[in-house]
DNA sequence: CCAATAGTGTCTCTTAGACATTATCAT
DNA sequence: ATGATAATGTCTAAGAGACACTATTGG
C-alpha cells in the first residue's frame, strides 16, 4: 500500500488530543507445577509500592517502535534477558486487548496495549530501572494490582485457557523438547484440572501436526519410576484439528 | 480498586511520547444474501478520496470517552442512527485489536483501536462530516483502503467466521425474530459455504440455549413455496456447546 | 399438479471419555 | 519385589454428516 501524501494543509491538531500509549505486558510461565505470572513493583508514582505488570510507554517519536516491539522490550527489561536471546526467541507472544477507560491512570489518559506471553521457564527476574522489584508470582497467589491490572490479568489468563484448546501453544510452555506427559502438565496447571493420562496421551498424538517424535526418550529425570517417556517437539501445526476442549464445561443456564 | 493518588512529584512528562488515538469500526451486515461492510470516502488528507473504515480520534480529554463510546459514536456518525436508537441497540460490538505500527498514518504516529460491530440490515447511511461519502459495499467488492484498514478489514473479516462457530453472534445478524433457514443464511454467507438444511436445523435446535421457539411461523415473504417456518429469538447462551464447526478444514500442510 | 422448501428420521463414521491392561523403570 | 508411570487396547455414548422421507406451501 503506498501512502498518498497529500498536503497537509487544512489539517487542525486540534482535531485530536494526545494520549500517552502504554504496553502492558503478561508473561505466563510454569514453575514448579504452578502458573506464574512476572510481576513488578511499582517504584515511583502512581501506586508506589504496588505490584503491576511490567510495562512501559511506547517509544512513539524518536526511536518510533511497534507494538510487539515495544512489548519484547519491556519484557526483556524485566526479565534480564536480551532481546536477540534464544530463550526470549521461544516465548510466543500476542496482542490481548487495549484498555482505555478514562480514569484508569490518575495522571492522565493513557491507553494501555496489552500483551500475552507464554514462556517456558525463565530465570529470575532482576530489578532496575524504575522498579524497585520483580518477581514470578504463583497467580494463585497474586495480590490486587495498581491500575486496572487485575482486570488485564484475569482476561489474559481467560484467554489463555481457551488458546490451550484449540492452538498448540501449551509447547511454547516447554522447553525444545518434551514429554507428552511434560504436555499434560501444562493441559492441568492452566486449566486447573486433572486430565485422564491415557486418554491425553491418545488425543495428543491423534492431532496432526501437534508433536513429532524425535526417537528418543528422556532421561532419568524426577519421576518416580515407570518407563522412559518419549521425546517430543513441537510440529508445525498453527490450530489444533480435532481441538482438545477442556472438560466439565456444562452448559451454563441462559442468562438474560 | 480504589487509585492510590501519589503526589505526582518526579513525575516527568518526557517519560512518554503523546500519540493520537484513533477508533476505526468494521460494521459488518448482510443485505441481499452478501456480507456488507461499511465505508467511508474520506473528504480530507491524507488519503483524500479513497475508502476508509468509519472511524475518527477518540476525546480524550474534554468529554472524555471510553473506547467503546467512541466506536458506538463513530458508527452513530456514520449511518445516522442516533446512539440511544434501538437499531444500534442490537447491534453486537466487541474490540478487534489495536493497529499501531509507525508510519501507518503519514500525518504522526498514531495508535487506531479497530472494534468489529454485528449489525442488522440497517438503512443505508447518510454522508456528511469529514466525509464526502459513505456507503454499505459488499466485502467481495471492497477496494484497496486507506491506511491499513485492508488489513483490519481482512482480520475482522476472519474473526467473525471464527466467531460464528462458538458463539451465538449469527443471530446479530438478524431482525429480533428469525427463522432456521434466516439463521442458516447467515452461515452460508459469511463462510463462503452451502450448508446442508436438514443437518443445520438439527443442529442449532440441538444447542441448548440458541435459539427459542416463538411458537409463531413466519408469514409469506419472498419464499418460492414450502411450509411456512417457525420463528425464533435469540436464547441467552453466550457460548455454543457443542460449537457449530464449519466444515471443509482440512488439516493444512505443516508450516515450518 | 408441480416445484421448492421445512422439518424429521435413519444410518454410518468419528471422537470423547471411562476403564482395563501391559510394559518399563526407580527404589 | 513393589509401586508408579508410560503407552496401548477396549468399550460405550454422543455428535457430525450423508441421505431419505414426509408435509406443506406458492405458482
Known amino acids: 500500500m503506498d501512502a498518498g501524501r497529500e498536503e497537509l494543509a487544512g489539517y487542525d491538531p486540534r482535531d485530536y488530543d494526545p494520549v500517552a500509549v502504554t504496553v502492558d505486558v503478561v508473561a505466563l510461565t510454569i514453575r514448579g507445577g504452578a502458573l506464574h505470572v512476572l510481576l513488578v513493583r511499582r517504584g515511583h508514582p ?38 536477540g536471546d534464544g530463550a526470549l526467541h521461544r516465548v510466543h507472544l500476542e496482542q490481548l486487548g487495549t484498555y482505555g477507560a478514562p480514569g484508569r491512570d490518575p495522571r492522565m489518559r493513557v491507553i494501555s496495549v496489552a500483551y500475552l506471553a507464554f514462556a517456558p521457564a525463565l530465570p529470575d527476574p532482576r530489578a532496575g530501572g524504575d522498579v524497585s522489584d520483580a518477581a514470578w508470582t504463583p497467580v494463585r497467589e497474586v495480590p490486587e494490582l495498581a491500575f486496572d491490572h487485575s482486570r488485564i490479568l484475569a482476561d489474559a489468563l481467560e484467554r489463555a485457557r481457551g488458546k490451550l484448546e484449540y492452538t498448540p501453544l501449551a509447547t511454547a510452555f516447554c522447553a525444545a523438547e518434551f514429554t507428552i506427559p511434560d504436555l499434560r502438565a501444562v493441559y492441568e496447571t492452566v486449566w486447573g484440572e486433572e486430565l485422564h493420562a491415557g486418554n491425553f496421551h491418545r488425543k495428543v498424538l491423534s492431532v496432526p501436526g501437534f508433536v513429532v517424535d524425535t526417537g528418543r526418550t528422556a532421561g532419568p529425570g524426577g519421576r518416580r519410576g515407570g518407563p522412559r517417556p518419549r521425546l517430543y517437539r513441537a510440529g508445525g501445526a498453527a490450530l489444533l484439528h480435532p481441538a482438545l476442549l477442556r472438560p466439565g464445561r456444562e452448559e451454563p443456564p441462559p442468562g438474560p
Chains 1, 2 share one sequence.
Open 46 to 83: 502512581p501506586y508506589t509500592g504496588m505490584w503491576a505488570l511490567p510495562g512501559g510507554f511506547v517509544h512513539a517519536v524518536r526511536d518510533a517502535e511497534d507494538l510487539p516491539a515495544a512489548a519484547v522490550r519491556e519484557l526483556a527489561e524485566e526479565t534480564g534477558l536480551s532481546a
